[in-house]
């Protein structure tokens, strides 16, 4: 799995890293999400497309192969 | 009931005999036609959208407009529309919005608010031991659900909590349906007052709060002025506080009416079993429960139907949490479902800002109040509760409750 993630999209909501949050955290300045892990471990890969899922901002991509 | 068909329904519509239900009358709109127009209080007929992925859609949709002063913005209330030019970052579209919001998003941020639970843990446990040690029956309105985050409020933003009477009186007068236009643009305009002389009283002696950071970097640097950070400030108390304590209300009274659900809440050591519940109770009672508003500002066409540039746009998110197709048996209270994705704190740009701190306020509600007193219920029968049907945030005004 591949994660994106659009900064300019994002809204500093916070849903990625409270669904997935060893993938997302949120730098301190804005509140924008910083991707943590592009390519997360299979255990972790529900959680990062429940992250993409319900994203406000629809700024998470993931690429499955 | 032919003749309902080709009427235009007025909205809102009423609730019937259940006060946790949707109005029957959206039910029916939500199976007949679930784009369709309707009536509000200036005789306009705005399109009323009901499904969880229209209403997504629409919100994530940058032609759907929040600017409350275009010419046929189907407002809220004569109120709204009154004070419609006064108007705060949630009433703007991009850029202006991103710029004002993004002043605070640092503010709320997941892990500053997880930073606040150890205070707000303490809140609650004061609150409760002043319950406990104070006569019953008790209205948990006066004695919880509103204090809590009214404090929690003020001190983020660095307001004296002595002065509630005064911002929860003006900020009634600003959700309420019936309020006049002269009221609502009276406590619009007195609310910013006070918060942008508050501020300014800040350049001289700040404090460690984010009123007095707005006051430092962006009202004494000319960046913003007085009247927008009073703007932004009377936003900040009136969405800290409202809709968190209508919902702490809302969602004891709900729990205290499904036992089994409750009893999963209060058994439970699990904090994700706390912050599902919190999703869950937030989905179930969608407290923002008259739709949220847009304006089309250029042609949209929404699941085959066309919106025409300049006509207004009511978004039911509490239709939308009780469509099936998102939910299943969606009209269960089920604290162990999954319901993250439910549309209570809206979708897209203008999603709510304080959502992690209400997440935070809403999961120590939950942990805390039904363990401290296992025998918490209800005073009085859930039909003679008085239930906030005239306001744009719903709740209710006053929960008696004993142990």
Redesign the interface.
């Known amino acids: 799995m591949k994660v994106l993630l659009d900064q300019t999209k994002c809204?500093?909501?916070?849903q990625c890293?409270?669904?997935a949050p060893a993938v997302f955290d949120?730098r301190?300045?804005?509140?924008?999400a910083v991707l943590l892990v592009a390519n997360p471990d299979a255990e972790l890969h529900e959680e990062v497309r429940?992250a993409a899922?319900?994203c406000?901002?629809?700024a998470i991509a993931v690429q499955e192969p | 009931m032919t003749e309902a068909v080709t009427d235009t329904p007025a909205f809102p519509m009423a609730r019937g005999g259940c006060p946790f239900d949707l109005p029957p009358a959206l039910v029916d709109r939500m199976h007949s036609e679930p784009i369709s127009r309707v009536k509000i209080w200036d005789g306009s007929t705005p399109w009323l959208l009901t499904r969880y992925g229209d209403v997504r859609a629409i919100l994530a949709d940058p032609r759907a407009s929040v600017n409350t002063e275009m010419p046929g913005f189907p407002n809220l209330s004569r109120g709204n529309a009154a004070r419609a030019h006064i108007r705060a970052f949630i009433n703007m579209d991009d850029p202006e919005h991103a710029a004002q919001r993004r002043l605070l998003t640092s503010d709320f941020m997941v892990k500053k608010m997880e930073a606040m639970r150890p205070r707000i843990q303490e809140i609650v446990n004061q609150l409760i031991d002043e319950m406990l040690a104070g006569p019953r029956p008790v209205d948990l309105v006066e004695a919880f659900a509103l204090p809590l985050p009214s404090m929690v409020i003020s001190e983020l933003l660095g307001i004296p909590y002595a002065d509630r009477d005064f911002f929860h009186k003006m900020s009634r007068l600003m959700v309420s349906r019936t309020a006049t236009g002269t009221e609502a643009i009276d406590a619009a305009e007195q609310l910013t007052a006070y918060v942008a002389e508050l501020a300014e009283s800040k350049i001289a002696a700040p404090g460690d709060d984010l009123l007095s950071r707005l006051a430092l970097e962006q009202l004494h640097t000319g960046r913003m002025t007085r009247d927008q950070v009073g703007g932004m400030g009377r936003l900040l108390i009136l969405a800290g506080h409202e809709s968190t304590a209508n919902m702490i209300a809302l969602s004891t009274a709900a729990l205290l009416e499904h036992p089994d659900q409750l009893a999963i809440i209060r058994e439970s050591d699990d904090p994700k079993v706390i912050a599902s519940s919190v999703e869950e109770l937030l989905r179930y009672l969608t407290i923002l429960h008259i739709g949220i508003r847009r304006i089309a500002l250029e042609d949209i066409e929404i699941a085959g139907q066309l919106i025409r540039r300049g006509e207004g746009i009511v978004l039911a998110l509490d239709a939308a949490n009780r469509q099936d197709m998102a939910f299943p048996d969606p009209n269960t209270l089920d604290v162990t479902r999954d319901a993250r994705h439910h549309v209570a704190f809206g979708h897209g740009i203008h999603v709510c800002l304080g959502q992690p701190l209400a997440r935070v306020e809403l999961q120590v509600v939950y942990r805390t109040l039904f363990r401290r007193i296992p025998t918490l219920t209800l005073a009085k029968p859930v039909e003679q509760l008085n239930f906030k049907n005239d306001m744009f945030v719903y709740g209710l005004y006053e929960l008696p409750v004993t142990w």
Do not use: F, H, M, W
């Open positions: 809204v500093s909501s916070g890293v409270l669904a949120q301190d300045e804005d509140g924008i429940e899922r319900i406000p901002a629809l």
